[in-house]
């Protein structure tokens, strides 16, 4: 089974893949964003390293189980035939309502059947002021008419 757009990626397939990824995880379901990796995918995400869908999904119940109110934007950097870089910012509150902006990069490679199969994630959070959240809509993925990272000037 294929998770198109598969290798070779054209700019556009890197596009709709970088959107896809972003539609996926603004729903924090864990489940379903596993599902775009390969059963054998890598990860590094910050300081901690990951082997298979298992610990994925593991590991995404954790964050989303502290990162309230989470949205995300995705934005595509450079593409290569199985390779797409990635820029992106998310906003979320902790527990006791702090809120916090996380700028970072991601690297990814793709299968031939066009699952993830790498993912290094560079991740910084930036402790900001509720009235300077930028990501305003309904928990699942950004509107089609809502700015996106450069056009918000991040």
Request: charge should be negative; include cysteine; hydrophobic fraction near 35%.
């Amino acid at each position: 089974m294929t998770r198109p757009p598969v290798p070779p990626f054209t700019h556009e397939d890197a596009v709709q893949k970088v959107r896809m990824a972003e539609n996926a995880w603004n729903t924090r379901d864990p489940v379903k964003v596993a599902q775009a990796y390969t059963p054998e995918t890598r990860w590094r995400n910050r300081s901690e390293f990951l082997n298979g869908r298992d610990e994925v999904e593991a590991f995404l119940t954790r964050k989303w189980q502290t990162e309230n109110g989470y949205r995300l934007i995705k934005e595509i950097w450079a593409h290569g035939d199985s390779r797409i870089a990635v820029r992106f910012c998310y906003e979320y509150h902790d527990a006791d309502g702090n809120w916090f902006r996380a700028h970072g990069n991601e690297n990814w490679e793709f299968d031939a059947e066009g699952y993830m199969a790498v993912r290094h994630a560079s991740i910084n959070d930036v402790p900001i002021a509720e009235s300077e959240r930028l990501f305003h809509w309904p928990h699942g993925p950004r509107p089609e008419d809502h700015p996106g990272l450069t056009e918000l000037g991040l």
